[in-house]
C-alpha cells in the first residue's frame, strides 16, 4: 500500500494551525488520504470537511460510528487531553494505528490503558512532540547520547507566554473557553513540552516532583480576573540524582518579543548547552516593534506547500505506520516504538506528579508550595501491580 487511509477525530484548532497543513499541503500529504472526520461540534467538523470537499456521508457526529462504518487504516485524535483515551482503545481494538497530538494522555491511567491497548493489537501508536524533531533539539539529543557533554547534572527550561492567551479580557481570546486558565494549567500546556524535550535528551526516569504554583498576575486582571496560576516552576528529580526546574507561565507583558519566550540551559560533568529556541535567527524590527519568528516550526512555501518540524514529526510518524503496514517494520523498530520513552508515558507522570504536588500543597500570598511526589508510589497508586513495568 502507498497511502495510509486516516479518519480525523476532533477537527478544532490544532487542525486549523497545524494538521490540515500536514494533510493537504506538506510533503507527507501523498501518503496519507483522509477518508472521514467525526467532531460532535458541527460548525468545526464543517468547516474543515467543506474546506477539504469531504462528503457529507463522511462527516460523523460521532467517531464510533465513523470507525465502525468507514474502511480505514488509522486516526488522529485531535481531542482535548483528558479524551484521548476512549477514540484511541476503540481504534487499536479495531485494528487501525493511532496518531496523537502531545501528549499521550493527560494522566498515568489513561496512559497506560493506551499502551496496553496498543500491546493487545499490534497496532502502533504515535506521539506528535513536535519539538523532538526541531533540529536543536535532535542534535543535543544525538550528541548528548554520544557522550559529547557528560552525564546531566542540572537544567532549567523556561517556556513563558505573552498574558494575552491567558487574560480573559483580551480579544480576539486564545482559548474557546474563558476559564481555561482555571480549568487548566500552565503544566498541562507548557510544562509538558519542556518536559518531554528533556526527557527526548537525556532519557533518565523522574523519581520525585515537587511543584510551586503563583497565582497572583491573573487575579489582579480587570474587569474580569482568573483564580489559574500565573507560573509554575516544576521540579524534577531523576534517577541518577539529576535535578530539572521547567518553569512555565502565561502572564509575560504582551510586549514580548515572541508569543512565546523559551529557553534552557543544561550543565552536564563535562559541559553545558544553551539552547535559545526563541531565537531561530530571524528577527523582525516593524513597525509594531521587534519579533523573533520562528521558520524552523511551520514554513510556508512560495509553490503552496507548507514545511518545516511542525510537518515533519506528525509526517514521519505516518511514514512508520505506513512501513509497518507494508511489513518493512523489524520486531526491534516496533519495540522502540512503543517504549513508555518513545510514547511520552513519562512526560504525563511528570505532569500529573506537578498537578497532585500543587493540589496537595500550601497556600500562602497568593503562592503554592506543592507537596514533594514519590513517582514510585504515584505509579502504583494509579497502577497498582502494573506500575512495574515502568519502573
Ligand atoms: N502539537 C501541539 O503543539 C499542539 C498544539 C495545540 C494542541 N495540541 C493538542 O491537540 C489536542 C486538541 O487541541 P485543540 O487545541 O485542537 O483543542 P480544541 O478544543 O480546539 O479542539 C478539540 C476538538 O475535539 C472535539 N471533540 C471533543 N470530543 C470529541 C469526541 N468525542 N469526538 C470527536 N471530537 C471531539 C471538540 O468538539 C473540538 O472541536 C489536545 O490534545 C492538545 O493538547 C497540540
Known sequence: MDKIRLGVIGTGSVVREIYQHLYYRSEYSRLLSVEAAADPNTKALNEFCDQYNIPADRRFSNYEEMIKRVQLDAV??????SLHRAPTVMALDHGLDVMIPKPLAESITDAHA???????????????FHKRE???????ATRYRSGAYGQFQCAVWYMLDKICIADPNYQPAYF??????????????????????????????PVSVRATGWAQKLASLKPLSSTGYDLCDTEVVFETGAVAHIITGWHLPNTAYSMTVQSSRLICTDGMID??????GCREIVADGIFERNPLFRN??????VSGYGMDRPGRIYQKFLRARNGEMSA????????????????TVICEAAESSLKAGAKHNGVTRGVEIDVKTLLRERLGADASKYL
Open 76 to 81: 488522529q485524535v485531535n481531542t482535548p487531553d
Open 176 to 205: 474557546a473557553s474563558p476559564r481555561f486558565c482555571e480549568e487548566n494549567s500552565p503544566i498541562t500546556f507548557l510544562t509538558v513540552h519542556m518536559a518531554d524535550a528533556l526527557l527526548r535528551i537525556v532519557s533518565l526516569r
Open 275 to 280: 539552547l535559545g529556541i526563541d531565537t531561530p
Open 134 to 140: 526541531d533540529p536543536r533539539i535532535k542534535e543535543v
Open 114 to 128: 493506551m499502551i496496553e491497548a496498543a500491546n493487545r493489537s499490534g497496532r502502533l501508536i504515535g506521539v506528535d
Open 332 to 347: 526491534e523498530e516496533r519495540g522502540e516504538l512503543m517504549s513508555p520513552f518513545e510514547l511520552g508515558f513519562y512526560t
Open 300 to 305: 510556508f512555501e512560495p509553490d503552496g506547500t
